[in-house]
């Protein structure tokens, strides 16, 4: 069965500074898909960015980006110049290539500082 | 607009009392599911569905029932809560193609006294 791990429940940073958000997997599978989802007090789930299994390139959504480590079975998130609005909890999640079912990780909530 | 529906946002509700959470689409998504939400055990899938009349258990099913007699509908329904069914309700749905974004609901708090 696939498992997702997220280490750090909680993170904080300074606005306009860099910080990282770890998130390893494990799986046997070779193709499928990894997420970060963010959810804001508001509750609600916002899909941040996806990687394909498959590509290698690292996928980048404007201030944010992934570094994926296909063999090390590592996902991280980097938001880049961080803003007040993105203080939320993120969740890192891993699909199979077959089916549309989401397993998440525990979630790491993260603190903007002005 | 695109969207995933859920009534009721809040709920609080006594042991034993049957409800019924609703859920509904309007993108024509052949797949659709329900995860419940846990402080620490972040979201855990409790049914899906790939289509009409055909739905299946996910991880944490007991004590729960789905029903899927239309393509934009998947409701959740509690015969009998209990107070271990207190938690954070998110529907999800999805077009079943490979690109598997999934589209979630904007979620239910219940509470089972």
Known sequence: AQTVTQSQPEMSVQEAETVTLSCTYDTSESDYYLFWYKQPPSRQMILVIRQEAYKQQNATENRFSVNFQKAAKSFSLKISDSQLGDAAMYFCAYSSYNTDKLIFGTGTRLQVFP | EAQVTQNPRYLITVTGKKLTVTCSQNMNHEYMSWYRQDPGLGLRQIYYSMNVEV???????????????????????????????????????????????????????????
């Open chain 2, 55 to 113: 739905t299946d258990k996910g991880d944490v099913p007991e004590g729960y029932k789905v029903s899927r007699k239309e393509k934009r509908n998947f409701p959740l329904i509690l015969e009998s809560p209990s107070p271990n069914q207190t938690s954070l309700y998110f529907c999800a749905s999805s077009s079943g193609m490979v690109n598997n974004e999934q589209f979630f609901g904007p979620g239910t708090r219940l509470t089972v006294l």
